[in-house]
């Protein structure tokens, strides 16, 4: 299961992060939301000690997501040494997901 991230925790665990950071914006009641999750727990297995994978309830922590400007969900951004490089906004395969990781590695 991805991390749940905060708008408490984002900073230590997103822009202070020595890994690459994908964060996942989403809400419950999201369907395309409800299609990426199952592929973010996915990744967030897979890249265990190469990257922090994590999700951001967008209903629950809404800083941050206003901070980065994130309008339509699912949004997700890829982070490394505090900024983002890389974002995909909507539903996509999961091989687009870890090539943009993999990217940032």
Request: with cysteine.
């Amino acid at each position: 299961m991805a991390l749940e991230i905060t708008d408490a925790n984002f900073e230590e665990v997103v822009l202070k992060s020595d890994k690459p950071v994908l964060v996942d914006f989403w809400a419950a009641w999201c369907g395309p939301c409800r299609m990426v999750g199952p592929i973010v727990d996915e990744i967030h297995t897979e890249y265990e000690g190469k990257a922090v994978v994590g999700k951001v309830d967008v209903d629950a922590n809404q800083e941050f997501a206003a901070k980065y400007g994130v309008r339509n969900i699912p949004t997700v951004l890829i982070f490394k040494n505090g900024e983002v490089v890389d974002k995909q906004v909507g539903v996509a395969p999961k091989n687009v997901y870890t090539g943009k990781i993999d990217a940032a590695i």
